[in-house]
């Protein structure tokens, strides 16, 4: 009985793995922008940054449109600030990851193919910080990768551009979204304005809650993609 049921798990893992196969599959990778907008724009201090971006999709067969996933890496801010109370320096940098349903609706057809584009799914934003504090300070004059932001959040994206196929297996996708999103808690190291010592304590101990604003992290998102066909039979229209 094991065996017979070991021989059947193999054929249905064969038949599926071939059925695989036979399936539209693509695979793009590239480079993607980060332009905020509105205040979340206001809240940081980089007002142009590049990330990674990778996605993998499913041609829905007979048919223009594509499923599949969206990721995204950017280090969307870099921070340097003198002015706060006890802090000889204060350094941080800021970084979003993008986990996304992606829907396309593009054209199969011609080198020249317009695509459309809807993703959902989540998104978080992390910052950590550097302090160097002053000779007045009562403990360690260092602390570092100090945890300022870290939100998770609902984020969406609506956008398209052009492709470019030199031919049926590989092309080069130019593009832009705009991705809006749920509210998140974020903290503007600008705004603090502790002016003790003791201020400073309860901070690196209990967190910067307290200086929390919530925002919407609007962006747009211009990329430029390198896309592979795997397996790529007939196009839609094509007999």
Not at 177 to 201: A, C, H, P, R
Request: include cysteine; charge should be positive; aromatic fraction near 14%.
């Amino acid at each position: 009985m094991k065996k017979l049921f070991l021989i059947l798990t193999i054929c249905f893992t064969l038949l599926n793995y071939q059925n695989l196969l036979a399936q539209k599959l693509e695979i793009g990778i590239g480079s993607s922008g980060f332009i905020p907008t509105g205040n979340f724009a206001q809240k940081l201090t980089t007002e142009f940054s590049c990330g990674l971006s990778l996605n993998a999709l499913y041609q829905i067969p007979k048919s223009p449109f594509l499923i599949g996933i969206n990721f995204e890496y950017s280090i969307i801010d870099q921070k340097t600030l003198h002015h706060l109370y006890r802090v000889k320096e204060y350094k941080s940098h800021s970084n979003a990851i993008n986990f996304n349903a992606l829907f396309r609706l593009m054209s199969q057809q011609g080198t020249l193919r317009p695509f459309f584009d809807i993703q959902m799914g989540l998104r978080s934003v992390n910052t950590k910080g550097d302090f160097i504090f002053d000779s007045y300070f009562n403990h360690s004059d260092k602390h570092q990768n100090v945890n300022m932001n870290n939100s998770t959040f609902l984020g969406y994206g609506l956008g398209g551009g052009i492709s470019i196929y030199p031919n049926h297996k590989f092309g080069i996708l130019l593009g832009c979204n705009y991705m809006g999103s749920s509210n998140l808690s974020f903290v503007d190291e600008k705004q603090i304005d502790n002016q003790s010592t003791q201020g400073w304590d309860q901070l690196l101990e209990k967190g910067f809650d307290k200086y929390a604003q919530t925002v919407q992290a609007n962006y747009f998102n211009p990329f430029i993609k390198l896309n592979f066909t795997i397996n790529a039979g007939p196009s839609y229209g094509k007999k």
